[in-house]
C-alpha cells in the first residue's frame, strides 16, 4: 500500500494506474481471466468453502 503524505488524499500514481496496464487489465476482465490488484470471486468463493464438509 503506497504511503500518503499528510495533507495529500491523492495516493501517488503506480504502474496499475497507466493507460496501458488499464487497457490490458480491461482486456482480461472481458475474457474472464483474473486481473491483479482486483478482486478474484471464483478465489473468493473457494476460500470460504469449508474443504472437507464431512469431517
Do not use: H, K, Y
Not at 8 to 28: C, H, Q, V, Y
Not at 33 to 49: F, M
Amino acid at each position: 500500500m503506497p504511503v500518503i503524505a499528510p495533507g495529500n488524499d491523492t495516493p501517488p500514481r503506480g504502474p496499475a494506474d497507466t493507460p496501458i496496464f488499464e487497457a490490458l487489465a480491461t482486456r482480461w476482465a472481458a475474457a474472464g481471466r483474473s486481473v491483479p490488484c482486483r478482486d478474484d470471486q471464483e478465489w473468493t468463493l473457494l476460500a470460504e468453502r469449508i474443504p472437507w464438509p464431512d469431517r
